[in-house]
C-alpha cells in the first residue's frame, strides 16, 4: 500500500512539473548546460521589429524557433521600444541601468517609474506594453519561441 501511494506520488509530482514548469523539467532532463560569462556575451544589432540603437545577445535558444530562450538587449539612454504584444509570456529581468515598463497602447513615459538593477517584470501574453532606458540599460528576456 505504501509503494503505490509512494508511486503515485511521484507520478503527479512528475506531471505537476510537466505542466506547472514544462521547460525547466525538460531543460533538466537535457545531459547539458550552458555557461555563458558576463565578458563572453557577444553583442550584435537588435532584431529589426526594434528601432535602431539597440544591441542584442542571444545567451540561450533562438527566439524564433519553437522552446525555450534568453536574450540580453541593451538600450541607449531615452531609447524607446514601441507598443507591442507577443503571443506567449515575457518575462524580463533588469540586469543594469534604469529601465521602464508599462502596458498601453500608446507610450507615455509617466506611466511608469524606471526599475533599477535585479527588477523582474512579467508580462503576459497577448498584453500591450512598451518600455524605456533612463540611461544605458541592459535587460534580459527568458521566454518560450516563437
Not at 556575451?41 to 542584442?56: E, H, I, N, R, T
Not at 543594469?96 to 523582474?120: C, H, I, M, N, Y
Amino acid at each position: 500500500m505504501q509503494q503505490s501511494i509512494a508511486a503515485a506520488f511521484l507520478f503527479s509530482l512528475s506531471l505537476g512539473c510537466t505542466q506547472i514548469a514544462g521547460t525547466t523539467c525538460a531543460l533538466a532532463a537535457d545531459a547539458h548546460h550552458t555557461v555563458v560569462s558576463g565578458d563572453a556575451v557577444k553583442w550584435g544589432p537588435a532584431p529589426a521589429s526594434l528601432p535602431s540603437g539597440a544591441q542584442a545577445a542571444i545567451l540561450l535558444g533562438n527566439p524564433a524557433q519553437e522552446g525555450p530562450f534568453v536574450l540580453r538587449l541593451k538600450f541607449p539612454d531615452g531609447f524607446a521600444v514601441p507598443p507591442h504584444r507577443h503571443s506567449k509570456d515575457e518575462f524580463v529581468t533588469v540586469i543594469s541601468g534604469k529601465f521602464a515598463v508599462a502596458a498601453g497602447e500608446k507610450l507615455d513615459r509617466t506611466a511608469a517609474k524606471p526599475l533599477p538593477p535585479a527588477s523582474f517584470v512579467h508580462l503576459p501574453a497577448g498584453m500591450a506594453h512598451y518600455a524605456w532606458a533612463d540611461g544605458e540599460a541592459v535587460v534580459q528576456i527568458n521566454g518560450i519561441g516563437p
